[in-house]
Nanobody, 117 residues
């Protein structure tokens, strides 16, 4: 089982990106029962929580992204998405997908998001 992020890239300030996280190798029922999280890590800073979505599709957001980012999931595709709008340079960083499974945290390899001013 592995998490695979995609969708990052270079975008101008004010632009949008949609990140995707695929839970490769997980069976659908297992994935659908999990809370999935998005984190990010800016250069020289600690990794921080961005958004999460529960199995019941309850979402939570960091204050810095509320109103701009939307997390969603498609259990049939074993994917979680992060729609990011009104991006600004402070959103630059590596974005990671995460979930807790069988007693341990599972992380993807990350996808780079760079927002130019």
């Amino acid at each position: 089982v592995e998490l695979v992020e995609s969708g990052g890239g270079l975008v101008q300030g004010g632009g949008s990106l949609r990140l995707s996280c695929l839970a490769s190798g997980m069976i659908t029922s297992d994935f659908s029962s999990k809370t999935v999280n998005w984190y990010r890590q800016a250069p020289g800073k600690q990794r921080e929580s961005v958004a999460s979505i529960t199995s019941g599709r309850v979402s939570n957001y960091a204050d810095a992204v509320k109103g701009r980012f939307t997390i969603s999931r498609d259990n049939s595709k074993k994917r979680v998405y992060l729609q990011m709008n009104s991006l600004n340079p402070e959103d630059t960083g590596v974005y990671y997908c995460n979930l807790y499974r069988q007693g341990s945290d599972l992380w993807g390899q990350g996808t780079q998001v760079t927002v130019s001013s």
